[in-house]
């Protein structure tokens, strides 16, 4: 199978304008983030009604069960992806979401909000979750130009944490002053706007292979297997599955034992999160401009700080905290756009959806299990051993995963599904 290629072919005219000029892309960047700031609002809103219907732990049974439904779904929405039209897909998505949280809407207006229709709203809002997630992911490759696929990604990651930043109080605001129907509204308009983004100004440039295998169960097993015969994207799809499980247990979990263990108060701990996504922020706006040759490479190297960071946490000083706590983020920023940019370029183009799925599926479904061990291990061992233990771990993942050859590719090359002396896999692909 001759190699892909994305992008304008030589001496042909370009088809993609500089990104900065790119009003398409742009738009749709900024749409994704206020559909973002509408979640994240949505989710506060959810989590703050619930406990006031159901006390803790109907708070925590609606917000667990909000997630099942959407990790249940990924890979099958992984496997839609590679089929179907992803922008088509997106807007259906969109148009099911804001016809969820409508109907949820007159149920609450017409009586109180209870805890059933809580989970209902919640679990359907999660399918839709499911199905629009990897299509999106698959939308910066068939909109930008190879060399601006890291800058694409950090202004993805910015939006990102600007929206986390600004819909969380948000949330809090709404629906202190109209409880959750003012939430639900202001989150469907916002996937009204992003929906007629997408049908009035998205249109795909670089149209991905799509799949026409005999099933979707097949689609799904032949994800596996480009996984197993594709060395470069299996290192990279490995590394992704990793990062945010040895992180996300030390900032959720062992920065909050130590603030209680050091008795330096709430506000401390707020401060010490703040820090981190005002640290990504940054690390975001410098990746736009940084293009560095290996982006895989130099994102997992960069890694090998905030891994040093995350040991840090269990016995540094509350100065030393807080600054370990900025390094996280800022490299966190960083390291998100170089990686996912290079996941973009280096994953074959019909496999983009599926294997996508995988990376997000790790989180829904392992992040628990790091959480728990994490717990465990300082309950056993202290904190100090605990982080220090999980930092190791992650330096020895990022460092072998950037030792890893051919890791990354020419900005104008994509790899597809086999090489050129290999055959074709079982599910075969066509291009739209």
């Not at 949280?101 to 979750?129: Q, R």
């Not at 983004?197 to 440039?205: E, S």
């Not at 202290?382 to 999980?390: D, E, F, K, Q, S």
């Amino acid at each position: 199978m001759a190699p892909a290629q994305l992008g304008p072919t030589a001496g042909s005219e370009p088809v993609a304008p500089p990104l900065r000029r790119d009003a398409r892309l742009l738009t749709l960047i900024a749409a994704s983030a206020l559909s973002r700031a509408g979640d994240v609002a949505w989710f506060v809103g959810l989590a703050w009604t619930a406990a006031h219907v159901a006390g803790a732990a109907g708070a925590g049974l609606v917000m667990g069960v909000s997630s099942v439904p959407r990790a249940l779904i990924l890979l099958l929405g992984g496997a839609l992806a590679d089929r179907l039209d992803a922008r088509r897909t997106m807007i259906v998505a969109d148009v099911a979401r804001t016809f969820v949280l409508l109907v949820g809407l007159v149920l609450i207006e017409a009586g109180e909000p209870s805890v059933w229709l809580l989970l209902a709203v919640a679990v359907a809002f999660g399918l839709a979750d499911g199905l629009y997630d990897p299509a999106a992911g698959t939308m910066p490759r068939q909109l930008a130009r190879p060399e601006d696929l890291g800058p694409v990604s950090s202004m993805y990651q910015l939006g990102g944490r600007l929206a986390t930043l600004v819909g969380a109080p948000l949330g809090g605001i709404l629906v202190a002053v109209g409880g959750l129907s003012a939430v639900m509204v202001f989150d469907a308009v916002s996937f009204v706007v992003i929906a007629g983004v997408l049908f009035a100004v998205v249109r795909p440039r670089f149209p991905l292979p799509r799949s026409v295998g005999r099933s979707v169960r097949a689609d799904l097993a032949d994800g596996f297997g480009y996984l197993r015969r594709t060395a470069n994207a299996r290192t990279l799809t490995i590394a992704l599955c990793g990062l945010n499980l040895f992180v996300g247990p030390i900032t959720a979990v062992g920065v909050a034992l130590r603030t209680r263990e050091e008795a330096w108060g709430a506000t401390s701990l707020g401060m010490f999160e703040a820090c981190i996504g005002a640290g990504a922020a940054v690390g975001a706006i410098v990746a736009i401009r940084w293009r560095p040759a290996r982006p895989a490479r130099t994102g997992l190297l960069i890694l090998v700080g905030q891994a040093a960071a995350c040991a840090a946490v269990g016995f540094a000083p509350y100065p030393g905290v807080v600054a370990a706590m900025l390094t996280i983020g800022v490299t966190a920023g960083l390291a998100s756009a170089f990686l996912s940019g290079a996941f973009q370029r280096t994953i074959g183009p019909e496999f983009l959806g599926r294997v996508g799925s995988m990376t997000m599926l790790s989180d829904q479904a392992l992040m628990p299990v790091a959480m728990i061990g994490f717990g465990v291990l300082a309950a056993g061992l202290g904190l100090p051993v605990a982080c220090a233990v999980t930092g190791l771990a992650f330096a020895v993942l990022v460092t072998w995963s950037a030792s890893r050859p051919g890791l990354d590719l020419p900005a104008a090359a994509l790899v597809t599904s086999a090489r050129a002396d290999e055959p074709s896999p079982a599910g075969a692909t066509s291009p739209r």
